[in-house]
């Protein structure tokens, strides 16, 4: 029932969909197209909840729309429960969000009739159980999201930025098709049932891995197939960037777990060092771009590409632990992955929708061009702050959370037989730990630039307060980026289902702890108490301002603020973007970006001012993808000259090429 439920909420999405065709024109389109939006999302958010928490697998349905043979077949267990929350939470948020950002957007019409269709395919994905249903799912949801990416095509970035995303996306889908195709073996049964039944051999259990971490990895953002990536999510609008970082990039994982840890089979221990490399590379990657970056969205988009990392740290713990026989150890890495997951789903939403508020009010996403916002926007500066410490993973928020319970899972590795693993897992560790500081540099320059300060630019000086409807969806998240920080105990009860189905074993109870706390392992290695360190934040902030107002000096003097020894008001004066983020360009840049800067310095005398250039280099693009780029721009080229052959050469053509196929044909026969 549950899951004929669903699918009626994915043709209500579609007929949605429709409507945003019909009533793109009008005013009340928007509000019409994005209030079923959000009602379906809600209702299909609450039975993926129930459905979790009962932990009972719906029985597969099957549908004669697919294949004839085949039919597309659906189903809902634990993994795709979860992933049901994930997606339906974030789709409703951004579909509340969108009540009020819609009513600025500039081209409706190219936003409003792919949206719906966007969050039915992200669900479809979900609960696919076959890889037909499954590869047409995924695709028609790349295809949606590409419509979405070009809402604004008339910008050249915005435009390529689509036609890379598109190739990224075919190439993924390419990668899982052959990936499926191996899973299905010389039988060629494309059901998910079948194919757990399967048994491969290490070369077609390395194709499959390899495969899946290009398909899935590429949508979801590793590098080095993270290119697509920092371009698309700011060219779309706010309320989709937050769609495709916050959930999408999470389908991409739903994908990869499905293949590695369901269909696959028992996964080898080397499998584990390749995926634990990826992602500890990524994880680093991204934090470091995103510090060089001054374009708000830019800068999320990159930190999506960290906390993806992440999340692949602890699933490659997780397989390496499963593989070593520690059931125990590997349902904490798997948890922590998954709840890092959910996490990131919450407060990167929260973090694009106030990018995209900031840019409502100020038309700006530089933010060297903007500053002191926290007068003008002070609703959406305290939620964004909110989100700022959490995606710092500052305590007691939710990111401390997870990213705790993965250093956790870290610190059992030396129990494992493999010397790789026991070599490689403390430098991934030192890696998320660096990662993890880095983070908070970033969101330091991101909040203090963004809206500390003084307006740099009269557009931040005319900024205006966000729109209810935003409001509301950003202090939604907030609020449950709160909770889950002080509550985790039941977080990690609700995945406990999931590491149960996957994995053979679950984290201990945590919500029957003592204040709350959670114990990953036991009592005497480590414990978190949330709460406490909820309260003890709160008690000692309260006091620390009661003290201040008590025993201060109730006697004032105006005078002029401390100015550094400037007395020019010149927001120029202040720190920017480029000026906070230079002791760590100098330190990591020549080795990541071949950083290179060059002052100029006017003589003694000269009126001018000094210059500083500062050039960086995406060597991932440079290196993997520039010279791809160029070879087909080449080959494009000469091939180009084959559309302008007479009937004569193009008959000599075919004639030759029939010779050859015959030619080989006799060969081979």
């Known amino acids: 029932m549950t899951l004929v439920i669903l699918l009626v909420c994915v043709a209500a999405l579609l007929v949605a969909s429709i409507l945003g065709v019909a009533m793109a024109r009008f005013r009340a389109g928007s509000l019409i197209v994005y209030s079923m939006s959000l009602a379906v999302c809600t209702v299909a958010l609450v039975l993926a909840l129930v459905q979790l928490l009962r932990n009972a697998a719906a029985p597969t349905l099957v549908l004669p729309l697919a294949l004839p043979w085949l039919g597309a077949h659906f189903r809902i267990d634990a993994l795709s429960a979860f992933f049901l929350v994930v997606v339906n939470l974030g789709a409703a948020a951004a579909s509340l969000y969108a009540l009020g950002y819609g009513a600025h957007e500039q081209a409706p019409h190219r936003v409003l009739p792919f949206y719906p269709a966007f969050l039915a395919g992200l669900n479809l994905v979900v609960i696919a159980d076959d890889a037909f249903s499954f590869l047409l799912c995924w695709e028609f949801m790349s295809l949606m999201s590409w419509a979405l990416v070009m809402a604004h095509h008339r910008d050249a970035n915005n435009r390529r930025a689509g036609y890379i995303y598109l190739v990224m996306a075919s190439f993924g889908t390419f990668a899982l098709m052959l990936a499926f195709g191996l899973l299905a073996g010389p039988a060629g049964s494309y059901t998910f049932e079948v194919m757990r039944t399967g048994q491969h051999g290490p070369l077609i259990a390395a194709l499959i891995l390899t495969l899946a971490l290009f398909g899935a990895g590429s949508k979801a953002g590793l590098v080095p197939l993270h290119v ?57 990657a991204g934090v470091l771009y995103a510090l060089m970056q001054h374009d708000l969205k830019r800068l999320l988009a990159y930190h999506t590409v960290e906390n993806i990392g992440i999340v692949f740290i602890g699933v490659g713990l997780a397989i390496g632990f499963q593989t070593n026989a520690m059931p125990t150890a590997a349902a904490l890495a798997l948890t922590a992955a998954l709840f890092h997951v959910f996490n990131h789903s919450l407060f990167k939403s929260l973090l694009f929708f106030g990018a995209g508020a900031v840019l409502n009010a ?64 403390p430098g991934v560790g030192a890696v998320l730990a660096l990662s993890a500081a880095l983070a908070a540099a970033c969101f330091v320059k991101a909040y203090g630039v963004t809206f500390l300060g ?99 000096s109730h006697a004032f003097r105006r005078s002029a603020a401390w100015d550094c020894g400037t007395p020019d008001p010149s927001p120029s004066t202040q720190y920017s973007a480029t000026s906070f983020a230079q002791p760590i360009r100098r330190v990591y840049g020549a080795l990541a970006f071949q950083a290179r800067e060059q002052v100029e310095m006017p003589p003694p005398g000269d009126p001018r001012p000094a210059v500083l250039r500062v050039s960086l280099r995406d060597l991932v693009w440079d290196w993997f993808y520039a010279p791809i780029e160029g070879a087909v721009a080449a080959t494009a080229g000469r091939l180009n000259q ?19 196929l015959l030619l080989v044909l006799a060969i081979w026969l």
């Open 228 to 284: 697509w990536l920092p371009l698309a999510h700011p060219a779309a609008p706010s309320h989709v960037s937050a769609l495709m970082s916050g959930v999408m990039t999470k389908v991409a994982v739903y994908a990869f777990i499905r293949i590695v840890l369901d269909l696959l089979g028992a996964p080898s221990w080397w499998s584990s060092m390749v995926i634990l490399a990826l992602a500890g590379i990524t994880t680093v």
């Open 362 to 425: 100020t038309g700006e996403r530089d933010m060297e061009h903007l500053g002191g916002l926290i007068h003008r926007m002070p609703y959406v500066a305290f939620t964004f702050l909110i989100g700022c410490a959490a995606i710092s993973a500052l305590p007691p928020l939710n990111g401390f959370v997870s990213e705790w319970l993965t250093f956790q899972a870290i610190l059992l590795s030396p129990t494992v037989g493999e010397w790789g693993l026991k070599m490689l897992v």
């Open 454 to 552: 003084r307006p740099r630019t009269p557009l931040a000086t005319r900024a205006k307060e966000a729109d209810r409807f935003s409001l509301s969806a950003m202090f939604l998240l907030a609020a449950l980026c709160v909770l889950a920080g002080i509550f985790p105990g039941f977080v990690i009860d609700a995945l406990a289902p999931v590491s149960q189905a996957l994995i053979g074993s679950r984290m201990p109870v945590q919500a029957t702890d003592p204040w709350l706390s959670i114990i990953p392992i036991a009592a005497s290695r480590s414990s978190y108490d949330a709460l406490l360190v909820f309260v003890f934040i709160g008690l000692a902030s309260f006091l620390t301002a009661m003290a201040i107002h008590r025993f201060a």
């Open 642 to 660: 084959f559309q302008f052959l007479t009937i004569r050469k193009y008959l000599s053509l075919v004639f030759g090429l029939l010779i050859i």
